[in-house]
């Protein structure tokens, strides 16, 4: 599954459980390690242990590798890295302290959320390369 199919699935996803402030950012020339951050906020600990789970679901459902899922102990932060994306589902107390968006932030992707969201740019075409 190619990379933009992989974010569209992981946004779904999130959406799905009603994830609050989802953002993505193109980490290609920041790290070798993956390619994308996602970053999205849950409104309890529960429920940030829901959203976590339900990526990994549907990533596995669709053939993706969970390679790590950390965090779900607390669920004020969890980890999910599927290899090419890492997904950060966070309380928004976390999320305001460790401030991800400004360490990996310098290259966001516009995508596409669900019309109960705010309104973003349109997603580029599986072909358009946005590093």
């Known amino acids: 599954m190619n990379l933009q199919k992989q974010q569209r699935l992981i946004i779904d996803a999130l959406e799905d459980i009603k994830a609050q402030d989802i953002k993505v950012f193109n980490t290609t020339g920041l790290t070798s390690l993956f390619d ?4 999205a906020s ?6 940030t242990r829901a959203i ?4 990994a679901d549907q990533a596995k459902q669709h053939g993706l590798e969970i390679i790590a899922f950390e965090g779900e102990d607390t669920g004020e932060w ?7 994306i890492v997904v950060h589902c966070m309380q928004p107390s976390v999320r305001s302290y460790y401030n991800l968006e400004d360490i990996w932030g310098a290259k966001p992707v516009h995508v596409k959320l669900s019309p109960t969201g705010p309104a973003q740019p349109f997603e580029p075409d599986p072909g358009f390369d946005d590093a």
């Open 36 to 39: 994308r951050i996602i970053i």
């Open 42 to 47: 849950g409104t309890s600990n529960r429920q």
């Open 52 to 55: 976590a789970s339900h990526v």
């Open 78 to 84: 969890v980890l999910v890295d599927l290899g090419d």
